[in-house]
């Protein structure tokens, strides 16, 4: 596997799967796995919009399986990455990296789950990274949570469910966009650092299902432990 100057191979920690990632990049972090061990397993056919490196794709695929693995990125560093991921793991037939903007995805309402670990600033908001790859990851330059949940919708089939976390603040704002989506809340899960600061959670984790209802759950977690479904 042939790698950049600035690249290496970590492990996912679950059996022998591994992913490439880049000190020049954008890393992962605890919020993707949290995300992809928040999913429930069962699902087929799973699309990962701003997929970046792969992870909550791989990391999903290799906690429970799948038939269709289907990642987005926008950025093309991080989806050649991703397929060289795919490849080192032997799973191309699988997993296919789109390299486009998710709002030109078309999902023809064909997966089980979406999952998506969105750039967190609102645009026009704050101040965003100077490096171009990190202000993408970050912040919404390229999409905005509105094109995130419409991508969604249009590739969920009818009781399909879309999960993705996202900071806090913009709670209201994600249910009020799954609401208008027909992606019914079904899970949400409250995440904080420490224990102690469970009435200050810093991110939730929630889960729509797609033109059905269900009674909503509402859970709590850190990010240190172990078990993240919620």
């Known amino acids: 596997m042939q790698l ?3 690249e290496k191979i970590e492990s996912l920690l679950i059996g022998d799967y591994k992913i490439i990632q880049s000190s020049a990049l954008y890393k992962f972090t605890s919020d993707a796995i949290m995300l992809s061990r928040f999913c429930r397993e069962g699902a087929k056919t799973v699309l990962d919009l701003c997929g970046g490196s792969g992870i909550v794709g791989l990391h999903y695929y290799a906690l429970n399986g799948a ?3 289907v990642e987005v990125e926008i ?5 050649s990455m991703c397929e060289r991921s795919v490849a080192l793991n032997n799973l191309q037939d699988v997993f296919t ?3 486009l903007n998710l709002k030109d995805f078309d999902g023809r309402h064909k997966f089980d789950l979406v999952t998506c670990n969105p750039p967190y600033q609102k645009a026009g908001s704050g101040k965003t990274p100077e490096n171009k790859h990190l202000a993408i990851c ?3 330059v390229t999409c905005t949570l509105s094109d995130i949940v419409d991508a969604a919708k249009r590739s969920l089939k009818e009781g399909g469910r879309f999960c993705m976390c996202q900071r806090i603040d913009r709670l209201i704002e994600t249910i009020t966009l799954f609401s208008q989506a027909g992606i019914n809340p079904s899970r949400l899960t409250f995440v904080a650092g420490k224990l102690k600061d469970a009435t200050k959670p810093y991110l939730f984790l929630i889960e729509g299902i797609y033109q059905r209802n269900k009674e909503l759950e509402i859970g709590f977690i850190t990010n240190t432990a172990t078990d993240f479904r919620g």
């Open 75 to 79: 950025q093309q560093e991080l989806a």
């Open 67 to 69: 038939d269709k693995v």
């Open 138 to 140: 970050r912040a919404e």
């Open 97 to 99: 990296v789109q390299n």
């Open 4 to 6: 950049d100057s600035n």
